[in-house]
Structure formats: C-alpha cells, structure tokens
C-alpha cells in the first residue's frame, strides 16, 4: 500500500512541477477534485448497501485522502477523534465537564501544532484539515452536552443539532474524515450526516446537477485566480515598484490583488461543496419554485459575493459555514453577556486564535470588526438624518445613483485589499510593508470619520432639547 502511495505522491509532483505549482497545493486540488468520484462509486455501489458499509465507505475514504497528502502526519487528526470518542464515553454524564475538556484539549493540541510547523506563509500541512476537524470535534461536544439538557433549556437551533444517542468510534470516524469536507470544509453538525446516511435526502432529484454546476464555477474561479496573480503576484506589492505607483493606482491594484487572493479560497469550497452536493449531501428543503435546494453546505453566496459593496456583504458571503458554526457555537452562548459587542468581539477574537499565532490574523479580524461597525454608523447616519431630508431628490436622480454606485463599488474593492492584506502576509514586517506603501488609508479614514461621528453625538448631546409639544387638552 505505501509503495502505491509512493507513486501517486511523486506523480501529482512531477506533473505540480511542470505547472509550475506547489507539490502540496496540486495534491490538496487533487484531493478535492477525488471527491467526485468517490461520490459516483457511492452512489453505484454503496448507497443501498446496509449503514455500517457506507460508515466504512466514507471512513476508509477519508483517512485515505488524508494520508495521501500528509502521510503519517494522518495519526494527529486520528488521535484526535479517539480522544473525543474517549471523552464522550467516560464523562457524558457530566456534560459540562465534558464540553471543557473536549474544548480546551482541541484548541490546544491545534495551537501546539501551529507553534511547531509555523513558517511566514500559509502552510500547506496536517494544521490545514486539523483546524476544521478542530471545530468538527468542538462542536460535536457540544452537541453531545445539549443531547443531555432538557428540551425546554434548548434553543430552536440547538434543538436541531442536539446529540441524544452517541455515535459509536466507527460512525465518528466516518463524520470526522467526511470526504470533499475534512480538508477544506464545510461546517455541519452530525445531525445531517445522520439524515444523510438514513437515506432521507435520496428521494429528491437535481443533486448531480449542481454538484457539476458548482464545479464548473470552481474551474472557472481558479482559473480566473491563476491569471490574476500573474499579474500581480503577493511580491508585488512588497517591492520598490509598487509603492514607487501613484496612490490611485497602488490602492486600486491592492483591491484588485485581494479579489484574486480570495478567489483561491473560493475555488477550494466550490469544487469541495460540488462533489458533496454530486454526492446528494447537502439537501435544505425546497426553494421559491418548489424545487429541491442543495446549498445546504455552501460555503460561498456567489451573487452576493460579487453584487455586495460593503465589507459586511462580505462576511455574510464568505466562509459562510464557519461563520455559522462560531454563531451557533460562540456568539450565541454567550447571549448570558448581554452586549452583542462584546459576543461578536469574542467570537472574531475566537476565530483569529483559531487561525493561528499570525499577528496578521489577528490585525485582520480586528479590521473586520472596526469597518463592519463604522459601515453601520454610516448606514445609521445616511438613513436617519440623510435620507428623511434628501432622500427623495437624491432617488430621482440619475447622476446620484451613477456616483453612489461607483463609490461603493470602489469602497468593496480598495479596503478590501486593505482588510486582506494582513491575512495573507501574516508577518508584521510583511505586512506593515503593504500598509506603509498605501499610506496607511484604512486606518486613517476610519479616524478620521470616528472623530466626526463621536464629535456629532458629543455636540448632540450638549445642545438642549427642544421641549416637546403638549398632547393633554382641558375640558371646562
């Protein structure tokens, strides 16, 4: 078996070798792509068979693809599903107990792993799935832990995901290794993988259509993101060259840079949520038109993607699935806080940790969660104190709506290359770098508003209130 292994190795980096790609990054494209495949020799020859074939089928699947990209390094993620199973077994009576140790002993065995393998790029290794296995295995804690509260303590969502009756090691190992998703994502909790393997989504059609629907948009995507970093590769903008181009032109190409980087991120969860929808996985109930829909585990909203014009279009497009899982698991838990700013505070602070020691992840997320609130003290002011006063001569009006869209859609695309520049240099000598040779913008404009936003509220607040008209009348 190794000897075999030995082959597919050298050939993906023979043929990685003369595309001029990285060995590791041609394996991972490789191994998503397997997921179509593995998805049609499912459908032929596994789906009618009893659970226990299909739990081996998905297991062996996985731990195979594992192993072809990270070889040996494959007992981290296998340690950390026995330890799991380990845990459920002997502490389920004592559910929070439970979820503490499930919790810290994941985070941290990801942590120690991001000390020990680190390097200034983004790394390629056994870290990469570990991270989602990570969320996987927490999430699975939880949802074992809300399997043991009564069902008036548990919200609609966890009422949906709660755990009643463990899966036995053979079952865990099948949801954890789930192929075209232990990789790259996404998200989902054991209750779909149980629906799924019950057979309850085979009755509805038009699966396979989208999944090669979603792989066309894949291909597309990646190739879109080759011919764009051609052009503007991530050296660029470290380089004399760069900063030596007029502002318009460095903010504008920094944009433009952002849009291609994301799409390498994009392309990975198209071609990962094609084969899972090929493979009739990801049913979500039926759309407008009464059709079935297959975006139950998308990870990217494709149209609001590329209509959106803020940074919160953004957010709500982008990783859509680990977004929902920190809301479900993070955000909402920590309801008992009271401060939706502090629960988001938590929950972007909790994916920064998650991503690693980076000071670029961490600068990233806190860009996220400034622009995402000045973007809503904008929209507040525009639509509470602009629109009441303009708003109908301003809709009327041609040339306002040609300069309102053009300057969002040149807002979308220049901080986004500024919010994405710290998340793919990583090291703050790369990534201080980019930012100096842009003048610093995104910082200085958000002062620059908050000084005039918190200066308005302050002169508000200081000016006396006009009394306000009597309502009572007097009857003789």
Not at 439 to 461: D, Q
Request: glycine residues 6%; contains cysteine; proline residues 4%.
């Amino acid at each position: 078996m190794q000897f075999y292994f030995n082959i597919m190795v050298d050939l993906a980096g023979f043929v990685a070798s003369k595309l001029g790609v990285p060995p590791e990054a041609f394996r991972l494209l490789l191994t998503l792509l397997a997921g179509y495949p593995i998805a049609a020799a499912y459908h032929k020859y596994v789906a009618d068979r009893p659970k226990t074939l299909q739990h081996l089928y998905f297991a062996l699947s996985g731990m195979g693809l594992c192993y072809y990209n990270y070889g040996t390094d494959t007992y981290h993620s296998l340690l950390a599903i026995s330890v799991t199973f380990a845990l459920v077994t002997v502490l389920r009576s004592k559910p929070l107990l439970l979820l503490i140790i499930n919790f810290v002993f994941h985070m941290s065995y990801l942590l120690l792993g991001y000390y020990y393998t680190a390097s200034n790029e983004y790394d390629i290794l056994w870290t990469m799935p570990h991270c989602i296995l990570t969320l996987r295995m927490i999430g699975f804690g939880f949802d074992i832990s809300d399997g043991l509260r009564k069902e008036e303590e548990l919200s609609k969502d966890q009422k949906e995901t709660a755990l009643r009756d463990p899966p036995n090691f053979l079952e865990l190992l099948a949801f954890a290794y789930f192929p075209s998703s232990f990789l790259v994502g996404p998200q989902f909790p054991y209750r779909r993988y149980q629906s799924f393997t019950n057979g309850e989504f085979r009755q509805y059609a038009g699966y396979k259509e989208a999944g090669l629907k979603r792989l066309g948009a894949g291909v597309l995507y990646l190739a879109v993101c080759q011919a764009g970093l051609t052009y503007l590769p991530d050296g660029y903008f470290l380089s004399p060259e760069f900063a030596a181009q007029s502002f318009i032109k460095r903010i504008y190409f920094l944009g433009f840079w952002a849009k291609f980087s994301l799409y390498k991120y994009i392309s990975c969860w198209l071609f990962a949520e094609g084969a899972l929808m090929y493979l009739g996985f990801t049913y979500k109930g039926r759309d407008e038109l009464g059709n079935a829909d297959w975006t139950g585990c998308s990870n990217v909203k494709l149209k609001l993607l590329e209509s959106g014009n803020t940074m919160q279009h953004y957010v709500q497009s982008f990783n859509v699935n680990t977004n929902q899982w920190v809301a479900h698991y993070v955000f909402k838990r920590l309801k008992f806080l009271n401060n939706r700013n502090i629960s988001y505070g938590a929950a972007l602070g909790f994916l920064a940790i998650w991503h690693g020691y980076h000071s670029g992840y961490y600068m990233a997320f806190l860009m996220e969660y400034m622009i995402v609130s000045t973007e809503k003290q904008i929209e507040s002011v525009y639509t509470k104190q602009v629109l009441p006063k303009y708003g109908e001569t301003l809709n009327n009006s041609k040339i306002y709506s040609i300069i309102y869209f053009f300057c969002l859609k040149s807002y979308n695309i220049v901080y986004m290359g500024w919010c994405l520049t710290s998340f793919v240099f990583l090291k703050y000598e790369r990534w201080i770098t980019v930012f100096s040779a842009v003048n610093y913008f995104g910082f200085i404009y958000m002062l620059i508003w908050a000084c005039i936003y918190h200066g308005y509220r302050y002169y508000r607040k200081t000016q006396p209130r006009e009394p306000r008209p009597s309502t009572s009348t007097k009857q003789d």
